[in-house]
């Protein structure tokens, strides 16, 4: 069993976000859900991505899951490896961006296997590593180091307020420099626009001077592209997926990647229709509202979920089952939403704390998920990378077939169901992507992809 990228996702929309830009490019990809245990068929995959929930955990959590990724992945004989975070590089001053990748880098020093150049001093990049979150077709790019969502700088994007690692710097050098003990530096765009010799030489510069992490300045895909060639020979990057798009063209002009043929193509679909939200993204909370002036109440609409009602009892999830059946029941899609603005969130947490209102929420869309798809849901959108953990975990998935994509960093899956004939197609989506009808539209391109039925 040997691959060419290991990827460790720190959560599971991320790591299918990846996945969709690798299959893009033209790898062959799997998403595994969790560490695995021991050997898994990845058949003739050429990238493996390991979607971890360590976004959000306690440092020393995120970096042990990390870590045991790190060693399945290096017993796999990976070439490279990939730390995927958020676009909006989501994280507090303590972590866990900056932990996680301090220790790739320290086990790779120690460990690196056969498979890779004997010593460190062979192999370009074994002390250093590059912060490259930019994503500039999802409107994510960073400039002299400030991360910008569209036109506003990070801190004025609505992550700000969001409920778990709001995001009130956009300064990354001084963000990251927060979370790691080593020096930060900066590859400004003038280096980039030189190209990839001259970025690779500027790295160069600033390891001898003992920088550890770089952040990357990255406007377009050229960007991306200039980056991909400087680092494809470094043990480790890490960044958001923009980057892993650009990576694949760098190993074929290495003569590792060869062309396959429908890389991303998947069964034919099955079953009723269903859209779990749990994020509170300005993104999402468009994509809730669009779907709702579509599909109105008592018209397969949606139903919203409240955290201070789940905490009293089973009622409102019992509630919520019902209205969840009857609109599969007229031929869906139907929608079951915890997406509120952030005064909503604000008062539940202040009611619950934060960490009770998350946790309601997550219980409630993993138990929703398990026996709605136990009842016949065979099409499922779940948006927010916490949530979208919370029911992967709950419907007990351990592999995913990443197929073709529905909108910039959303792919539909397919996953095997226990007792179930067809795939489960499932779509994660991270809380700040997708277009406004994309719970909408997500099932009708999947129709396109497998040459099925349209629903609704």
């Given at each position: 069993?040997?691959?060419?990228?290991?990827?460790?996702?720190?959560?599971?929309?991320?790591?299918?976000?990846?996945?969709?830009?690798?299959?893009?490019?033209?790898?062959?990809?799997?998403?595994?859900?969790?560490?695995?245990?021991?050997?898994?068929?990845?058949?003739?995959?050429?990238?493996?991505?390991?979607?971890?929930?360590?976004?959000?955990?306690?440092?020393?959590?995120?970096?042990?899951?990390?870590?045991?990724?790190?060693?399945?992945?290096?017993?796999?004989?990976?070439?490279?490896?990939?730390?995927?975070?958020?676009?909006?590089?989501?994280?507090?001053?303590?972590?866990?961006?900056?932990?996680?990748?301090?220790?790739?880098?320290?086990?790779?020093?120690?460990?690196?296997?056969?498979?890779?150049?004997?010593?460190?001093?062979e192999r370009p990049g074994g002390s250093q590593t590059v912060m490259v979150p930019a994503f500039p077709a999802n409107g994510r790019s960073v400039y002299q180091g400030h991360l910008f969502v569209g036109d506003r700088l990070l801190n004025d994007s609505g992550m700000q307020h969001h409920p778990l690692t709001p995001m009130t710097d956009a300064d990354l050098v001084r963000v990251l420099g927060r979370q790691t003990p080593h020096p930060v530096g900066l590859a400004a765009r003038p280096?980039?626009?030189?190209?990839?010799?001259?970025?690779?030489?500027?790295?160069?510069?600033?390891?001898?001077?003992?920088?550890?992490?770089?952040?990357?300045?990255?406007?377009?895909?050229?960007?991306?592209?200039?980056?991909?060639?400087?680092?494809?020979?470094?043990?480790?990057?890490?960044?958001?997926?923009?980057?892993?798009?650009?990576?694949?063209?760098?190993?074929?002009?290495?003569?590792?990647?060869?062309?396959?043929?429908?890389?991303?193509?998947?069964?034919?679909?099955?079953?009723?229709?269903?859209?779990?939200?749990?994020?509170?993204?300005?993104?999402?909370?468009?994509?809730?509202?669009?779907?709702?002036?579509?599909?109105?109440?008592?018209?397969?609409?949606?139903?919203?979920?409240?955290?201070?009602?789940?905490?009293?009892?089973?009622?409102?999830?019992?509630?919520?089952?019902?209205?969840?059946?009857?609109?599969?029941?007229?031929?869906?899609?139907?929608?079951?939403?915890?997406?509120a603005d952030p005064e909503r969130v604000k008062a539940a947490q202040q009611a619950l704390g934060v960490a009770r209102a998350g946790e309601l929420v997550e219980q409630a869309l993993g138990r929703l998920a398990n026996t709605l798809v136990d009842e016949g849901v065979g099409r499922l959108i779940v948006a927010g990378g916490e949530s979208s953990g919370a029911v992967v975990s709950a419907l007990g998935l351990r592999q995913l077939r990443i197929g073709d994509q529905i909108d910039p960093g959303v792919p539909w899956t397919q996953a095997p169901v226990e007792g179930r004939e067809a795939p489960l197609s499932l779509a994660l989506k991270s809380g700040n992507f997708g277009g406004e009808d994309f719970f909408t539209r997500a099932f009708a391109v999947l129709a396109r992809l497998t040459g099925d039925e349209v629903l609704g």
């Amino acid at each position: 069993m040997s691959i060419l990228l290991g990827a460790i996702a720190d959560d599971f929309t991320g790591a299918t976000d990846l996945a969709n830009n690798l299959v893009r490019a033209g790898m062959r990809c799997v998403q595994l859900i969790g560490v695995p245990q021991g050997e898994v068929d990845l058949g003739e995959a050429d990238a493996v991505v390991v979607a971890l929930k360590s976004r959000t955990c306690p440092v020393e959590q995120a970096v042990a899951d990390s870590l045991a990724a790190l060693d399945w992945l290096q017993a796999c004989g990976a070439r490279q490896f990939f730390f995927k975070y958020c676009s909006t590089f989501d994280s507090t001053d303590a972590g866990n961006i900056g932990p996680v990748a301090d220790a790739l880098l320290e086990r790779l020093r120690v460990t690196q296997t056969e498979r890779l150049l004997a010593t460190e001093s062979e192999r370009p990049g074994g002390s250093q590593t590059v912060m490259v979150p930019a994503f500039p077709a999802n409107g994510r790019s960073v400039y002299q180091g400030h991360l910008f969502v569209g036109d506003r700088l990070l801190n004025d994007s609505g992550m700000q307020h969001h409920p778990l690692t709001p995001m009130t710097d956009a300064d990354l050098v001084r963000v990251l420099g927060r979370q790691t003990p080593h020096p930060v530096g900066l590859a400004a765009r003038p280096v980039l626009a030189r190209g990839g010799a001259a970025t690779r030489v500027h790295l160069e510069a600033l390891a001898a001077e003992g920088v550890r992490h770089v952040i990357c300045d990255s406007l377009d895909e050229h960007d991306l592209e200039t980056l991909a060639e400087a680092v494809v020979d470094y043990p480790l990057v890490t960044g958001g997926s923009g980057l892993g798009q650009a990576l694949p063209e760098q190993y074929r002009r290495r003569g590792w990647l060869t062309e396959v043929a429908e890389p991303g193509r998947l069964a034919s679909a099955s079953g009723s229709a269903l859209v779990l939200s749990g994020s509170c993204s300005r993104a999402t909370l468009r994509q809730v509202a669009h779907f709702l002036e579509h599909h109105p109440l008592g018209q397969r609409g949606g139903f919203a979920l409240d955290p201070l009602e789940l905490a009293e009892g089973e009622a409102h999830l019992e509630a919520a089952l019902a209205f969840a059946r009857a609109g599969l029941a007229e031929g869906g899609p139907v929608l079951v939403y915890a997406s509120a603005d952030p005064e909503r969130v604000k008062a539940a947490q202040q009611a619950l704390g934060v960490a009770r209102a998350g946790e309601l929420v997550e219980q409630a869309l993993g138990r929703l998920a398990n026996t709605l798809v136990d009842e016949g849901v065979g099409r499922l959108i779940v948006a927010g990378g916490e949530s979208s953990g919370a029911v992967v975990s709950a419907l007990g998935l351990r592999q995913l077939r990443i197929g073709d994509q529905i909108d910039p960093g959303v792919p539909w899956t397919q996953a095997p169901v226990e007792g179930r004939e067809a795939p489960l197609s499932l779509a994660l989506k991270s809380g700040n992507f997708g277009g406004e009808d994309f719970f909408t539209r997500a099932f009708a391109v999947l129709a396109r992809l497998t040459g099925d039925e349209v629903l609704g």
